[in-house]
Every structure is written in C-alpha cells, then in structure tokens.
C-alpha cells in the first residue's frame, strides 16, 4: 500500500523530518529510507533512532510520529494508475488480497476517506495481525502467506503462490514477494532508484521493474 498505491511515502518523509529537525538531525535521505521501506512500524521506528543517533526510546518515538502524522493522513491520495488497477482486478473477478506492513489503526487513518476503492479488495492482511509472528514482517513472506490463505477460504479455489504476482515498491517487500514464490511487480519511488542496487540479480526471472503502475502490461501475465 505504501508507496505502491498510495503517496504515503512522500509523507512519511515530512513527519519523520519533523521528528529528526527536533533534535538538530537529518534530513531524511533516500540511502537510509531505502532500508525502512517495507518493515514494521517497531522495526523501522528503531532503525531510525538507530541511524541518527535519537535520544528517545522507541515508544517517545512512536508518539511523536503518531502525533505529526495525525495532521497529515488526510493528504493520501492514490498514485497514478493504482485505482485503475484495482478497479480493473475487482471487474474482472480476479482475487486480490492487500497486504500492508501498516499497522490496522495506521491503516484505517490513511484510507478512510479512500475507501470507496479499498472496499474493492477481497480480503486486507495488516502488519499487526496476531497470526503473523512477531519477527516475521517483510521480507519474511508471512504476511503473503496468510493474505493467499485468506483468498482461498473466500474463493473455495486452489491458489499456489506462483500464480500470483506481488506488487511492491521498496527492497523489503521484493525479497518477501520472491521468497513467498510469486512474480513481483516492482514500482519503486523515484527517488529510490540511485539505491537500489542490481535489480535484474535480485528480481531474476520473477518479474520486473516498471516505473509506474500505468505502464503495466496485463496481458503480459495473463490479466
């Protein structure tokens, strides 16, 4: 969801900023924000504090970010060619599964004035769901897992993880996708492109670099 299907990303950047202008840090630059993109909400919060040398515990941290970020969820919006995927996948009865590594609070403030087109996915997996062991985030494939798991039970149908295809924007979620077995879509932000590394040799033959959603081409994979 984040920085897939919605500017989150951008914003994400402004809050934490805020949080590192407050103790004469930062700002926030893509070789550092490469490595948050995709964790847990704890595991990225303490990969910053880590990185910038915060004098604050995770939990000031987290209140903190909650507080600025709370003025700033009603800015989301979707990024070019998502709604139209989503809304596309949801006509023509194809399962579609969200999986975001948001917590289920965190998700519902980002979306709840996008619901319109959230409602269209079949089933919604948060990074905080109880069945997801702790330690297991992206890029640990869990969270793909239970997602397919939640689509079969709806569908009665059988599902294998390579039928399915991946969207993601940052590293973390590209290694969870392979590892889970399916092709990955990889849309990353534009200004994470200088530090991405050798994507051909992390991606394979399991799917491909695309710069935006609106230059996927379905037919390419059977859509």
């Given at each position: 969801?984040?920085?897939?299907l919605?500017?989150?990303?951008?914003?994400?950047?402004?809050?934490?900023?805020?949080?590192?202008?407050?103790?004469?840090?930062g700002?926030?630059?893509?070789?550092?924000?490469?490595?948050?993109?995709?964790?847990?909400?704890?595991?990225?919060?303490?990969?910053?504090?880590?990185?910038?040398?915060?004098?604050?515990?995770?939990?000031?941290?987290?209140?903190?970010?909650?507080?600025?970020?709370?003025?700033?969820?009603?800015?989301?919006?979707?990024?070019?060619?998502?709604?139209?995927?989503?809304?596309?996948?949801?006509?023509?009865?194809i399962?579609?599964?969200?999986?975001?590594?948001?917590?289920?609070?965190?998700?519902?403030?980002?979306?709840?004035?996008?619901?319109?087109?959230?409602?269209?996915?079949?089933?919604?997996?948060?990074?905080?769901?109880?069945?997801?062991?702790?330690g297991?985030?992206?890029?640990?494939?869990?969270?793909?897992?239970?997602?397919?798991?939640?689509l079969?039970?709806?569908?009665?149908?059988a599902?294998?993880?390579?039928?399915?295809?991946?969207?993601?924007?940052?590293?973390?979620?590209?290694?969870?996708?392979?590892a889970?077995?399916?092709?990955?879509?990889?849309?990353?932000?534009?200004?994470?492109?200088?530090?991405?590394?050798?994507?051909?040799?992390l991606?394979?033959?399991?799917?491909?670099?695309?710069k935006?959603?609106?230059?996927?081409?379905?037919?390419?994979?059977?859509?």
């Amino acid at each position: 969801m984040d920085g897939l299907l919605l500017n989150t990303e951008d914003i994400y950047t402004l809050s934490l900023n805020e949080i590192l202008a407050t103790y004469g840090k930062g700002p926030l630059t893509w070789d550092v924000k490469i490595h948050l993109q995709g964790l847990p909400g704890e595991e990225a919060g303490q990969k910053v504090i880590d990185t910038y040398d915060l004098p604050i515990s995770y939990e000031e941290y987290n209140r903190l970010n909650h507080d600025i970020q709370a003025r700033m969820w009603g800015q989301c919006k979707f990024l070019p060619g998502a709604v139209e995927l989503i809304k596309y996948l949801n006509s023509e009865k194809i399962p579609i599964a969200l999986c975001t590594s948001s917590a289920k609070i965190k998700y519902q403030l980002k979306t709840k004035h996008l619901q319109e087109n959230f409602q269209l996915f079949d089933t919604i997996v948060t990074g905080d769901d109880p069945r997801i062991p702790k330690g297991r985030g992206k890029p640990f494939p869990n969270i793909w897992q239970l997602g397919l798991k939640e689509l079969i039970e709806k569908f009665g149908t059988a599902i294998e993880p390579q039928e399915c295809l991946v969207f993601e924007d940052g590293i973390p979620g590209v290694k969870s996708g392979l590892a889970f077995g399916a092709n990955v879509i990889w849309v990353p932000h534009p200004g994470a492109y200088e530090y991405l590394g050798d994507t051909k040799m992390l991606l394979g033959n399991n799917g491909e670099l695309l710069k935006s959603l609106e230059l996927l081409n379905k037919s390419k994979y059977g859509l």
